[in-house]
């Protein structure tokens, strides 16, 4: 049963920390998007790669977050340092060559305190 | 650019009623059209999409929704809820192989 792995799954640090998360996309998919849930702004795109090149990134705060592609295997988003403000659920999601559609993970719920 | 307005951000409607989810969407190329659920606790689930061809189409568990392209419109309908439909919906639009933007969401209540 192929799907898009997140970890971690739940996450809770302190202001000023760094915070990684980690996406594994489905095997032979070529496009990873990253997608930030609140409830004021509901689904932001924060960013997206096409066959591990970032194609915009223009949704994301440029001084604290960073995303990347090390391999086509993993995907990561890095917060440093985290503010209370970044606190929300964060989404990945692939899709196959060719066509377009979004198979999302589970989430990373994440809490800065 | 492209851009979603759902027009609803709740919806309550009686168990077995038929409901109707509006999505208005703006672009400027041709787009695609899409529909997700959110489950609580639970990633975006495709419902269905509209790529090309029929206008009426039809997804899983029961959903359908119409492309009207000159209305902008792609609005989701079910003849008959069930209370498992409680969840959140997504109407989403999105250039071919481009990034896909969402609406804000729509809450769907069923009363028992």
């Known amino acids: 049963d192929a799907r898009v792995t997140q970890t971690p799954r739940d996450k809770v640090t302190e202001m000023g920390q760094e915070v990684t998360m980690r996406c594994q996309p489905i095997?032979?998919?070529?496009?990873v998007f990253w997608y930030r849930q609140t409830m004021m702004q509901g689904l932001e795109l924060l960013a997206y790669?096409?066959?591990?090149?970032?194609?915009?990134d223009s949704g994301m705060p440029k001084d604290r977050f960073s995303a990347e592609m090390p391999d086509a295997t993993l995907a990561t988003l890095k917060i440093q340092p985290s503010e209370p403000r970044d606190s929300a659920v964060y989404f990945c999601?692939?899709?196959?060559?060719?066509?377009?559609?979004?198979?999302f993970g589970q989430g990373t719920r994440l809490t800065v305190v | 650019a492209q851009s979603v307005t759902q027009l609803d951000s709740q919806v309550p409607v009686f168990e077995e009623a038929p409901v109707e989810l509006r999505c208005n969407y703006s672009?400027?190329?041709?787009?695609?059209l899409f529909w997700y659920v959110q489950y609580p606790n639970q990633g975006l689930q495709l419902l269905l999409k509209?790529?090309?061809?029929?206008?009426l189409v039809k997804g899983i568990n029961g959903f359908e929704a119409e492309f009207n392209k000159s209305q902008t419109s792609f609005h989701l309908r079910k003849p008959s809820v069930h209370i498992s439909d409680t969840a959140e919906y997504f109407c989403?639009?999105?250039?071919?192989?481009?990034?896909?933007?969402f609406g804000k969401g729509t809450r769907l209540h069923i009363l028992p």
């Open positions: 999601a692939s899709g196959p060559e060719g066509d377009t559609e979004a198979f």
């Open positions: 095997l032979g998919h070529n496009t």
């Open positions: 790669f096409r066959n591990r090149a970032p194609l915009d």
């Open positions: 672009s400027s190329v041709s787009v695609y």
């Open positions: 509209y790529l090309s061809g029929s206008t």
């Open positions: 989403a639009v999105s250039g071919l192989s481009d990034k896909i933007i």
